[in-house]
């Protein structure tokens, strides 16, 4: 849930308005954090949300998932208290009503293709539709959203609000083509005899970084952001198929790593009815997630260990019976369980960095960095967008 008007105002007053914001240097899209949150002061909320506008076209999303580096950098997190930021940024997505996003008039300019429509394509489609060019972004899925769709689960972000960024998109002129899977059903090549002047490759960084922990490959181990796709992909209202009733985990999950995915597989885990604990391979500052989630996933019944995981056991079937542990130099205990989950990260799906050997072709986002946060990949996307714009006015 996000904030009331009454805890958004006692919040917007908490921030100091530094003279020297720390917070700015943190926010990779360059918003001017302190000016939104002064008209949300004010009980400007319409004017907020067009200040983050001007830096950042998917607050709803930020606002959301966003990992907040700028709370990071505010200086009131060394007390432990920094100024929600994300918050306070949902709150003026959720309540600006902001001005409806409209096509320019003028005729269309070049056609620029986009491969993938996570973060980082949906970025630079909206900055390219921006300077008028003709936009369209191909899908391998069979709807329009990367893993923001189909491995953000909806206790963190709902559907809905994913649709309504893709309605702001097309509003502004961008074409959205879905069931496209380049190197299979179209070669980029076939872009270029359509009249493509550049292509963008936004493919992100859906491939797991498989473990070398003893028994990952026993029956009963996932990969988190595998289980969170399977779960994700089907229709919810329907019976389940046996894809996903094979998904459902038994009794006790373990989900052993950490990062964002690994949390929203744990409290997925914990919804589907299984009780469920955290290894995180590590110290709660290693978790790559912020205190609000920690808080959140234990106050919901989920144990978060400072252990790190020794070995997958086997029930001597071939199937999981449990995770061997150890914190420090403390004798190993073992956790039992029918189901591991382990959150070992993600990498790219196979494109090259930057911009590709291919005269023009650009890569963007998790393509170019591996994965990274949502808000890295709208900076990338939007400075892959600024590329395109430059080289094609040089052509």
Do not use: W
Request: charged letters at 20%; hydrophobic letters at 40%; aromatic letters at 6%.
């Amino acid at each position: 849930m996000g904030f009331i008007k009454k805890i958004t105002q006692e919040e917007a007053r908490r921030c100091p308005q530094c003279a020297v914001a720390t917070c700015l240097p943190g926010c990779p899209l360059g918003i001017d954090i302190p000016g939104f949150i002064r008209l949300l002061r004010e009980g400007e909320t319409a004017q907020a949300l067009e200040r983050i506008k001007k830096e950042n076209p998917f607050p709803a999303i930020c606002g959301r998932i966003c990992p907040a580096p700028c709370e990071q950098a505010c200086v009131f997190h060394a007390d432990g208290e920094p100024i929600a930021i994300r918050g306070l940024e949902r709150f003026a997505a959720d309540f600006g009503a902001g001005k409806a996003e409209k096509p320019s008039l003028a005729p269309r300019g070049k056609k620029v293709a986009i491969i993938g429509s996570g973060p980082a394509g949906m970025s630079a489609a909206y900055y390219l539709a921006k300077m008028n060019l003709s936009v369209t972004i191909f899908e391998a899925a069979h709807q329009p959203g990367g893993l923001l769709r189909y491995a953000v689960p909806e206790l963190r972000l709902p559907q809905k609000v994913l649709d309504e960024q893709f309605a702001q998109l097309k509003l502004l002129g961008v074409e959205v083509q879905t069931d496209v899977v380049f190197g299979r059903t179209m070669m980029i090549d076939e872009l270029f005899m359509q009249g493509f002047s550049a292509v963008l490759l936004a493919t992100g960084a859906g491939q797991p970084k498989f473990s070398d922990l003893p028994g990952s490959s026993l029956i009963g181990v996932y990969y988190d952001v595998e289980f969170l796709e399977r779960l994700q992909t089907v229709n919810k209202e329907a019976p389940l198929p046996a894809a996903r009733r094979q998904m459902i985990p038994g009794p006790k999950t373990v989900v052993v790593g950490r990062g964002a995915a690994a949390f929203d597989a744990a409290r997925l885990s914990l919804r589907l009815g299984s009780a469920t604990q955290v290894v995180l391979n590590g110290f709660e500052e290693q978790a790559g997630v912020s205190h609000d989630i920690l808080n959140e996933t234990r106050e919901e019944g989920i144990e978060v260990h400072s252990m790190h995981a020794l070995e997958i056991v086997d029930d001597g079937n071939g199937f999981v019976s449990g995770v061997k542990c150890r914190e420090l130099d403390e004798p190993p205990i073992f956790l039992e369980a029918q189901t591991v989950i382990i959150a070992n990260g993600q990498q790219p799906n196979g494109f090259l960095k930057g911009m590709t050997s291919m005269e023009k072709v650009f890569a963007c986002g998790s393509a170019v960095t591996a994965a990274g946060s949502v808000v890295d990949a709208i900076a990338g996307g939007k400075a892959a967008a600024k590329k395109i714009v430059q080289y094609l006015g040089q052509t």
